[in-house]
Nanobody, 122 residues
Framework: QVQLAESGGGSVQAGHSLKLSCVAS????????LAWFRQAPGKEREGVASLSDFGGITSYADSVKGRFTISRDWNTVYLQMNDLKPEDTAMYFC?????????????????WGQGTQVTVSS
């Protein structure tokens, strides 16, 4: 079992930054991949960024490349979000998978956090 707890969401103006954190507790594995997803009202959940424990391989959605950075410090995964835009407004979820693949597909992740809200105003 894995437990995930996100924090760091909030309301900011466009162009500003936020840093999300997610503490992962429970089982670990060299094949663990931690990721961030988001879901805006009325839209499907989408993958934002992922990071593998082994090799530190990352993957980013095109919409956030160059603005968001995923990183990890032991069992905490971060999402640094710079130059935020109104379209980044969403509930952000942390997820953990154990297939060793840094994908952005929901089906590759087995465990999910409760989410933290990010709201960006113009």
């Amino acid at each position: 079992q894995v437990q995930l707890a996100e924090s760091g969401g909030g309301s900011v103006q466009a162009g500003h930054s936020l840093k999300l954190s997610c503490v992962a507790s429970g089982n670990t594995s060299s094949r663990r991949v931690l990721a961030w997803f988001r879901q805006a009202p009325g839209k499907e959940r989408e993958g934002v960024a992922s990071l593998s424990d082994f090799g530190g391989i990352t993957s980013y959605a095109d919409s956030v490349k160059g603005r968001f950075t995923i990183s990890r410090d032991w069992n905490t995964v971060y999402l640094q979000m710079n130059d935020l835009k109104p379209e980044d407004t969403a509930m952000y979820f942390c997820a953990a998978g154990f297939n060793g693949v840094t994908s952005l597909f929901e089906s590759d992740y087995n465990y999910w956090g409760q989410g933290t809200q990010v709201t960006v105003s113009s």
